[in-house]
């Protein structure tokens, strides 16, 4: 009797806990709005007015001008069946970057604080952790502060062995190009939405991954803060 109230009170904790953890991890994953294809400027004109931005008002972005961006930045516009390809051009279509998506308060409208990974296959977020770090990633980009007023930052990182498994060494160029294609997407985009973006390529590697919570063979390569010019 008591093996048996034992095992039943186990089995109950169990499933608590199960309930917990699966409530938790759906929570974390955040779906986007459905990317639209029409805008209000043309691309000559958003081509015109870009402009590199370093000064940013707090006023919040919403969950569809993120969604807008991120489709335009590595969103899948196409699918051949057995490979679904993306907004910017890739070497042998190996897609070797990620971008993750820093949050501050009241950032994004309908989204917590946080740092969020860019998941192109089913156009969502995912959470990786949970905080307004843009402090963080201003002070690893050698105290860059300007960028910590921005609502979003996004940071665009390459896993280099997806491509250098079939380019060897080049692959790591083929990267860095891919990520200038996706930079300049998020660009491009931002203007047409009335938003500015900036870019930074001075800062710590180390110190930003260890910031965003995000594994080491994530190599960030190009951060990117955008919103309302001020
Ligand atoms: C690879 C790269 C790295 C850059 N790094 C920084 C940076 O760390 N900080 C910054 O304020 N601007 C940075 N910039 C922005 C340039 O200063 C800017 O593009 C240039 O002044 C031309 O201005 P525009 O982009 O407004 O045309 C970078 C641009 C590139 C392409």
């Given at each position: 009797m008591k093996v048996l109230l034992t095992t039943?009170?186990?089995?109950?904790?169990?499933?608590i806990f199960?309930?917990?953890?699966?409530?938790?991890?759906?929570?974390?994953?955040i779906p986007l709005p459905k990317p639209y294809y029409e805008g209000e400027k043309s691309v000559e004109e958003?081509?015109?007015?870009?402009r590199t931005i370093r000064s940013f008002s707090s006023q919040v972005l919403t969950l569809t001008q993120l969604s807008q961006i991120l489709w335009a930045?590595?969103?899948?516009?196409?699918?051949?069946?057995?490979?679904k390809l993306r907004a910017a051009p890739s070497a042998g279509a190996l897609y070797p970057l990620d971008i993750f998506i820093v949050v501050g308060?009241?950032?994004?409208?309908?989204?917590?604080?946080?740092?969020y990974h860019y998941i192109p296959h089913g156009h969502l977020l995912k959470m990786v952790r949970k905080g307004d770090v843009r402090v963080g990633v201003a002070k690893a980009a050698l105290h860059q502060m300007w960028?910590?007023?921005?609502?979003?930052?996004?940071?665009?990182?390459?896993?280099?062995?997806?491509?250098?498994r079939k380019y060897g060494e080049r692959g790591i160029p083929y990267t860095y190009i891919e990520a200038g294609h996706v930079g300049q997407n998020i660009f491009l985009q931002c203007e047409t939405l009335g938003l500015g973006a900036g870019i930074v390529g001075a800062f710590h590697n180390d110190e930003v991954i260890k910031v965003l919570g995000i594994d080491k063979r994530h190599d960030p390569i190009t951060i990117m803060p955008v919103g309302y010019e001020r």
């Open positions: 039943l009170g186990n089995m109950v904790i169990a499933i199960a309930g917990i953890f699966t409530k938790s991890t759906i929570a974390k994953e958003a081509i015109k007015s870009r930045a590595d969103g899948i516009t196409a699918d051949r069946g057995y490979i308060e009241n950032g994004v409208k309908d989204i917590d604080a946080g740092v960028m910590a007023e921005a609502p979003a930052i996004m940071i665009i990182t390459g896993e280099y062995k997806r491509c250098t």
